[in-house]
């Protein structure tokens, strides 16, 4: 194994420890989005512990603020980078306090993966302060892995493939104008 | 007997349907130059190539199919409804190139949900895609409710007499001005206008909820495209959950309920008759329909306590019911949670509310107010027959557009096109129990996807059958096209096979 797979291995690793130990340590549970949506009556008002990855933006509203927490099987690499498809995207909105959400400078979308964090907080089935919504209400965020700059690059089979369409594409459109004002021509002699 | 199409028959069909592809082909310009904009370079080669693909068949069918002959009604409905097949199969290109579809029938699956303003989805991962496919999947169902023909009709046909053919073909039969090239610039006029004005009644409040601006402004004219279509996608997965904003439910429930209403009657509107709204049977059909399967969610779900006040009750339901109803699709609440909070009355009330649909010649999808009216009409016309003496002469008129007297063929026509629906839905209702789903989750989805609303309780995944994907997207295409258009294409294809 080369040193920058070990590497990458051991840090997925370290990182899957983190997600792990700590909530089985303190006791708190830690449900996933899916068991959240799954049984909200069950978690409703329960002081849970999320981990996952802060996605799109970070939405102030006074002192507080709105971030979205992704769980799902893109949270540590997503598709541009190779991951395997592994369904839709799962996760839960989490209401919290502004200087906390400020933590998180990397969200995730098609050229970045975002910060993964761990929050706990109260789970709300449908939350009185914001209109039935389901959410989370933290009162801590710890940032677990930094997010990063996801790359795309062009792969060269699809570059070739669209030279060579788009070259036939033009011989096309070329051909049948040709024809048309040639029928055209033709006409106006007449 | 049945006549074999002719030659002359083929060459028509392959040139107009040329045609068409050539026009979704310059559709993907927009979100090739998002692209280029952001720098998504690895997008930009998908739509390179999605194009190319798109003008190679556009532009070999047209020099292919060389003809002077003018498109007749059969050619029309098989121009419409081929076309729809084409522009999937073609337009699925960016999709599949991203690699955040499972297959090309997930990625075809997609782009029939987009072009049939539906907004059921199978791509993964739509939390990570790039601006310009997300532009591509808010721009085909932006297009594709204003009718894909249409877009065609407006910039690549010069003749007329043919293009009705096409344009009725397409489930649109309003004509709105004398020509129908015309009409369709109308409809794109009355489209771009309430897009701008929308996109800025959304980018101001998304400013105002913390968006920064570009995101704000994306998102804007997204989720305009997703509302005002009644199409329902949005650009993140949580839908419209994400902006947690009364404020932004208040501007996208007022644009789906401007985008259900039939175009003649916004140009009835525009053109000064504003009395219409409250006159036409299309919208007093719609209002008391919503209006009951509102109260009775709104009963169900107080009674089960899952809201915790009045106010979370009441936003909440309307929500969801008003986006069932005009079949966008938008929601606030999780799929999953209309089948682990809503429960079976909740889920049948949105059911019906979203097989009724809202308003024919319109981006919107179902059985339709007008057909729902019509035949309560009739229904009340039958029993004021019944009771009034023999001698009587007891006829029924609606209003739509003008007032307009009730007949025979009128009634039948509006009650074979509603069993039609039903039909559809109690088959796509069956196909989810045999393979292994309940049934008031089966016939959710099934009528989401044939009445082009696309809320979902959870079913449409990435992992369902290969089976149930194409009997949706079927579904999907039926049910944008009003099924004429797919019978002709089929009768067209018999004919081929045993016409003399």
């Known amino acids: 194994m080369s040193p920058r797979r070990t590497f990458g291995a051991v840090a ?76 839709f995207n799962s996760g839960m909105p989490v209401w919290v306090p502004g200087e906390l959400a400020d933590r998180i400078e990397v969200f995730g979308d098609y050229k970045h993966q975002g910060d993964v964090v761990r929050i706990e907080g109260v789970f709300n089935a449908a939350c009185a302060e914001h209109g039935g919504d389901m959410d989370i209400h933290a009162d801590s965020l710890e940032v677990l892995a930094q997010g990063r700059d996801a790359l795309d690059p062009i792969r060269p089979w699809k570059g070739v493939t669209a030279v060579v369409l788009a070259v036939m594409a033009g011989v096309l459109w070329y051909a049948d104008r040709r024809t048309r004002l040639r029928e055209l021509r033709g006409l106006l002699r007449r | 007997m049945i006549l074999r199409p002719r030659r002359e028959d083929h060459l028509v069909i392959g040139k107009y349907t ?279 969610a709104t009963f169900w779900l ?21 986006s069932g109803h005009t079949t966008t699709g938008f929601s606030t609440i999780f799929s999953k949670a209309f089948v682990t909070q809503w429960g079976t009355i909740g889920l049948l009330a949105v059911t019906l509310a979203m097989g009724i649909g809202a308003s024919a010649c319109s981006t919107a999808g179902g059985i339709k107010g007008i057909r729902v009216g019509v035949i309560f009409k009739s229904l009340i016309g039958d029993v004021r027959k019944a009771i009034a003496p023999e001698s009587a002469v007891v006829r029924q008129h609606y209003h739509h557009i003008r007032t307009q007297w009730l007949d025979d063929g009128l009634v039948k026509t509006a009650l074979t096109i509603t069993v039609l629906y039903l039909v559809m839905y109690l088959v796509s209702g069956l196909l989810g129990v045999l393979y292994g789903y309940e049934f008031t989750a089966a016939l959710f989805e099934g009528v989401s996807a044939g009445s082009n609303t696309g809320l979902s309780c959870g079913v449409t995944d990435p992992s369902m059958p290969a089976v149930m994907k194409l009997s949706y997207i079927v579904f999907m295409w039926l049910g944008r096209l009003e099924f004429m258009s797919v019978f002709a294409l089929l009768g067209y294809g018999i004919s081929i096979v045993r016409g003399r």
Request: net charge negative.
């Open chain 2, 18 to 296: 040329g045609k068409v592809i050539v026009g979704v082909g310059l559709l993907m310009v927009v979100p090739l130059l998002t692209s280029v904009l952001f720098a998504e370079w690895d997008t930009v080669v998908d739509f390179v190539i999605s194009m190319s693909a798109c003008f190679i068949f556009g532009f070999g069918a047209q020099y292919l199919c060389r003809t002077d002959k003018d498109l007749a009604w059969s050619h029309g409905l098989v121009v419409a409804s081929g076309s729809w097949i084409w522009a999937t199969i073609l337009g699925a290109l960016p999709h599949w190139l991203s690699s955040h579809e499972g297959s090309y029938l997930d990625a075809m699956f997609d782009v029939m949900s987009g072009y049939t303003t539906t907004g059921l989805y199978l791509l993964q991962d739509l939390d990570h895609i790039s601006n310009g496919l997300n532009m591509w999947r808010h721009l085909l169902t932006y297009a594709g409710g204003q009718g894909i023909v249409v877009i065609a009709l407006t910039f690549l046909f010069k003749g007329t007499s043919g293009a009705y053919k096409v344009y009725v073909g397409e489930g649109k039969d309003e004509r709105l001005l004398p020509n129908v090239v015309n009409t369709a610039r109308a409809i794109w006029l009355v489209s771009l206008a309430y897009l701008a004005v929308g996109t800025l009644a959304l980018f101001g409040v998304a400013l105002w909820l913390g968006q920064e601006p570009v995101r704000a402004f994306l998102h804007a004219a997204w989720v305009f495209m997703g509302a005002w279509s009644t199409g329902g996608f949005a650009p993140q997965s949580f839908n419209t959950m994400w902006y947690h904003s009364f404020a932004y439910e208040i501007v996208t429930i007022v644009i789906m309920i401007a985008g259900s209403f039939n175009f003649a009657l916004h140009w009835a509107v525009w053109t000064g008759r504003r009395s219409e709204i409250v006159r036409n049977l299309e919208t007093v059909s719609f209002a008391i329909t919503l209006t009951l399967t509102t109260m009775l």
């Open chain 2, 302 to 322: 107080a009674r089960a306590g899952v809201y915790p006040d009045a106010m979370a009750l009441g936003r909440k339901v309307f929500y969801q019911l008003a």
């Open chain 1, 12 to 87: 997925v690793l370290a990182l899957c420890c983190a997600l792990v130990v700590p909530a089985v340590a303190f006791g708190l549970e830690a449900p996933t989005s899916g068991e959240l949506v799954n049984e909200p009556k069950r978690f409703d008002g329960v002081r849970i512990e999320f981990e996952g990855e802060a996605i799109g933006e970070v939405m102030h509203r006074g002192a507080d603020a709105w971030l979205h927490l992704n769980d799902d099987a893109y949270m540590l690499k997503n598709v541009e980078e190779g991951a395997p498809l592994g369904g």
